[in-house]
């Protein structure tokens, strides 16, 4: 497995700035927000090496969903309560917004009166559906797993 | 084995319990704040089960719908069903908090149903907020770096990022007027990707595509997505439900403002 280290680290720091953003949006409050960026650099840092090992997106979005979540769960004595919705913040953007759009987008052409090459249309589309479908799954899947498992009697 | 008589009636006894009743609409009340902040059904249910035993009752059943709660309350003899609306269901992180904290509170016999009430309806005033214009300049720099994450180029940073926060800023705007959320989405969709599409383009941006999906990624709703999924999971399928078919309608109303963006400056999709 080849990591491309610059690669690596750009996607940590942008996933840590949008899920700081993300925290600002969801009122977390200011000593939070620092967790929040380090939700989101791990999700992002864990779902590149996973893709780069060769995983699918999928799989990698459920490795770094699961890893997000057992942090929160590691850092639950320092964190309380706040753990679970940190997961989810950093979780945040790896939601497949980019893809729900491209696949409604492609909804519409079909539904235009003469689409060009329709049956390549209608598998793209398909494909983005599935991946959006697939993903936001497994960012779900990843993080109640975990939640489940490593779970306690006030989470 | 004992069998229950279902042709047995027992008359119903109207009893005027002034506290039930206020257990009753306290349990509520935190379960719609829990709610309307982004807590997970299981979380509202457990939370409220606390709250109401932690008052005295002796036996409490809740449905959470999408957009009401309703409890029932027992304690010894007496038993009431009280019904409350859910406002809009956003995500209020530092309220959740508060919240939870509260039920904690209530759970070690530290406060009446009165008292409690009181506190909740407080929480729901008092819970500081960032600034409109802090919120406005994050959501812009949030947008900006999840383009980074798909493929945005340099050029096209600032651009999505002020378009960002310009839609951000207006969508508050809306918000305050009660302008419904799906409108809101589109009209702030259309405005923010025409605004990202037409900043790129001037910058010399190659990814004009991209950013004009990039600067509407704060609408995209990631928290009710991922609540749909785990209140299906944890056995509330009908608000589970209720939320994914949220989410599906804002995502079309959010690709509809784009695209009619895409449209307006002939940018293929």
Redesign the interface.
């Known amino acids: 497995m080849i990591v491309d280290v610059l690669h690596l680290l750009h996607q940590a720091l942008f996933g840590a700035v949008a899920a700081s953003g993300f925290g600002v949006l969801f009122n977390f409050g200011w000593r939070d927000l620092r967790w929040c960026a380090a939700s989101g650099a791990l999700a992002l840092t864990t779902r590149t090496i996973a893709q780069d090992a060769g995983w699918s997106l999928e799989a990698a979005t459920f490795a770094a969903a699961a890893a997000v979540g057992c942090g929160g769960r590691l850092l639950r004595a320092r964190l309380g309560i706040a753990s679970n919705s940190l997961a989810v913040a950093g979780c945040v953007p790896m939601v497949p917004g980019f893809f729900a759009a491209q696949a409604i987008f492609g909804l519409f052409a079909l539904t235009a009166a003469h689409p060009d090459n329709p049956s390549k249309l209608a598998v793209t589309t398909m494909e983005f559906a599935l991946r959006v479908i697939f993903t936001a799954g497994a960012i779900g899947a990843g993080l109640s797993i975990v939640t489940h498992i490593l779970r306690s009697p006030d989470s | 084995m004992n069998i229950v008589d279902s042709t047995k009636v027992t008359v119903p006894v109207l009893l005027n319990d002034p506290e039930l009743e206020q257990i009753a609409m306290t349990t509520l009340l935190i379960g719609r704040l829990l709610m309307e902040s982004?807590a997970r059904a299981e979380v509202v249910h457990e939370d409220c089960s606390i709250v109401a035993h932690g008052f005295g009752a002796d036996h409490v059943d809740l449905r959470s719908g999408y957009a009401s709660v309703d409890i029932t309350v027992s304690r010894g003899a007496s038993t009431i069903t009280r019904t409350m609306e859910v406002g809009p269901h956003g995500?209020?992180?530092?309220?959740?908090?508060a919240l939870?904290d509260l039920v904690r509170r209530i759970q070690q016999g530290n406060l009446t149903p009165s008292e409690a009430l009181a506190k909740a309806t407080g929480l729901k005033r008092d819970?500081p907020?960032?600034a409109p214009w802090?919120?406005a300049l994050?959501?812009g720099?949030?947008?900006a770096?999840?383009g980074?994450?798909?493929g945005l180029d340099w050029p096209a940073f600032l651009p999505v990022a002020a378009a960002g926060a310009i839609g951000?800023a207006v969508r508050q705007v809306m918000l305050r007027r009660g302008v419904n959320v799906f409108v809101i989405a589109a009209c702030m969709a259309f405005l923010s990707s025409n605004l990202a599409g037409l900043g790129a383009s001037r910058a010399g941006s190659a990814t004009v595509n991209?950013a004009m999906?990039?600067s509407v990624?704060?609408l995209?709703p990631?928290?009710p997505?991922?609540n749909a999924?785990?209140d299906i999971?944890e056995g509330h399928p009908t608000l589970g439900t209720a939320r994914g078919v949220c989410v599906i309608m804002l995502?079309?109303f959010?690709?509809i403002g784009?695209?009619l963006a895409q449209v307006l400056l002939g940018v293929q999709?």
């Open positions: 982004g995500v209020d992180h530092r309220l959740s908090h939870r819970t907020h960032f802090l919120v994050a959501a720099i949030a947008c770096a999840f980074r994450l798909l951000q991209v999906v990039a990624l704060m995209v990631g928290v997505a991922l999924q785990s999971m995502l079309t959010i690709a784009v695209l999709p």
